[in-house]
T-cell receptor
Framework: GAVVSQHPSRVICKSGTSVKIECRSL??????MFWYRQFPKQSLMLMAT?????????EQGVEKDKFLINHASLTLSTLTVTSAHPEDSSFYIC???????????FGSGTRLTVV | SQQGEEDPQALSIQEGENATMNCSYK?????LQWYRQNSGRGLVHLIL?????REKHSGRLRVTLDTSKKSSSLLITASRAADTASYFC???????????FGTGTSLTVIP
């Protein structure tokens, strides 16, 4: 149980375009989802916390208008990187949890390359 | 598995005391990271130590790494009630693209 699916696993996009990443909880209802980014050989950095039905809470230094998060249902959260630039190239990963679960399950991540 | 294991699983101390948590792992790593998670919140990165480093400090945090023993320790000095949280270690492989989390240490600091 507690499976989180993240899609796509890899995406290459042109500078200036937008990219949407989906994070789905397959067998549980995720009241909370977290979005992280990770640069090569560095640690995960928490970007934002999203609770179903409410606005996401962004960490300091993360641009709300650039990284749009929508958590419209208990099984789906999306992260849209708007007007992507090469410096947005990174590994993005989500995790999802439920109040009834002991912990959080991570998705498999999305490798974004902006050219 | 490569998953790290933290020890102890739970730790309860008085405010002002030092807290030490240990992490062991199984395979070669590029770096090891410590994270903190407050109840119901996301992971927050605390400190990263690379495989060629032995000790690192950040404020009240001190991390050591012994690659020969495949272990790391996190020391929180002069603990505060606000330090109450779960602490996880995570190891990153040499490709840098995969990381493995341990099971965590639940720290309670009593005011």
């Amino acid at each position: 149980g507690a499976v989180v699916s993240q899609h796509p696993s890899r995406v290459i996009c042109k500078s200036g375009t937008s990219v949407k990443i989906e994070c789905r909880s397959l067998d549980f209802q995720a009241t909370t989802m977290f979005w992280y980014r990770q640069f090569p050989k560095q640690s995960l950095m928490l970007m934002a916390t999203s609770n179903e039905g409410s606005k996401a809470t962004y960490e300091q230094g993360v641009e709300k208008d650039k990284f749009l998060i929508n958590h419209a249902s208990l099984t789906l959260s999306t992260l849209t990187v708007t007007s992507a630039h090469p410096e947005d190239s990174s590994f993005y990963i989500c995790s999802a949890g439920d109040r009834g679960l002991r912990g959080y399950t991570f998705g498999s991540g999305t490798r974004l390359t902006v050219v | 598995s490569q998953q790290g294991e933290e020890d102890p699983q739970a730790l309860s101390i008085q405010e002002g005391e030092n807290a030490t948590m240990n992490c062991s792992y199984k395979t070669s790593i590029n770096n090891l990271q410590w994270y903190r998670q407050n109840s119901g919140r996301g992971l927050v990165h605390l400190i990263l130590i690379r495989s060629n480093e032995r000790e690192k400090h950040s404020g009240r945090l001190r991390v050591t790494l012994d690659t020969s023993k495949k272990s790391s320790s996190l020391l929180i000095t002069a603990s505060r009630a606000a330090d109450t949280a779960s602490y996880f270690c995570a190891t990153a492989t040499n490709t840098g693209n995969q990381f493995y989390f341990g099971t965590g240490t639940s720290l309670t600091v009593i005011p």
